[in-house]
């Protein structure tokens, strides 16, 4: 099972901000949080991932609590270009390939529509 | 810049036969995965290979068998299709042994239908 809750879909005014939450309750010490997306029956696409710090990259910003139980994926000026199915995965970074501790586990994720 | 190659993108497929499809990534990764999509459902995972030479089985390995050919190739096999391996299947590669692993990249998809 997925060890992350999104909500199944959220809505966002083109131009606006979108704010996609997670919880991860039960993340362990060395697990990261990873955020993909998924636009239209496409592969996966990266998007950005995070230990205990909050991350910005050319994509998004990544909010993750003090305590790490939850985190928020920012989209700053979301277009319609951003409507896409968003996964929220936490999983141990690296080591041998992951292992089966670090293979993504996908949920259902977050079906983000931006609307004009 | 093609990243990860799959073949073929579509494939129709009648009950009983039997088909491969291929995987090559060009970014020298060590790691590299099966997935498979069913209609509004998550990816979930049919097999990896965290090096060449190796293979585990992820959550849904049955009715397939894969082959790691070398570091570039990772092929899935369906020896006998049934109508429940309809889906899209995604191939995937990823880094081995950074610590700050900066996920994977994905393939277009393969789009089976068995029918």
């Known amino acids: 099972d997925a060890k992350t809750t999104q909500p199944p879909s959220m809505d966002c005014a083109e131009g606006r901000a979108a704010n996609l939450p997670c919880n991860h309750s039960?993340?362990?010490?060395?697990?990261?949080v990873y955020w993909y997306r998924q636009i239209h029956s496409q592969g996966p696409q990266y998007i950005i991932h995070g230990l205990k710090n909050n991350e910005t990259n050319e994509m998004a910003s990544l909010i993750i609590t003090e305590d790490r139980k939850s985190s928020t994926l920012i989209l700053p000026h979301a277009t319609l270009r951003d409507t896409a199915v968003y996964y929220c995965i936490v999983r141990v970074a690296g080591g041998l390939g992951g292992g089966s501790q670090g293979n993504l586990i996908f949920g259902k994720g977050t079906k983000l529509s931006v609307k004009p | 810049n093609a990243g990860v190659t799959q073949t073929p993108k579509f494939q129709v497929l009648k009950t009983g036969q039997s088909m491969t499809l291929q995987c090559a990534q060009d970014?020298?990764?060590?790691?590299m995965y099966w997935y498979r999509q069913d209609p509004g459902m998550g990816l979930r995972l049919i097999y990896y290979s965290a090096s060449e030479g190796t293979t585990d089985k992820g959550e849904v390995p049955n009715g397939y068998n894969v082959s790691r050919l070398n570091k570039r190739e990772f092929s899935l096999r369906l020896e006998s299709a049934a109508p429940s391996q309809t889906s899209v299947y995604f191939c995937a590669s990823s880094e081995l042994g950074s610590p700050i692993s900066y996920g994977y990249t994905f393939g277009s998809g393969t789009r089976l239908t068995v029918v």
């Open positions: 970014m020298n990764h060590n790691s």
């Open positions: 039960t993340i362990s010490g060395n697990e990261y």
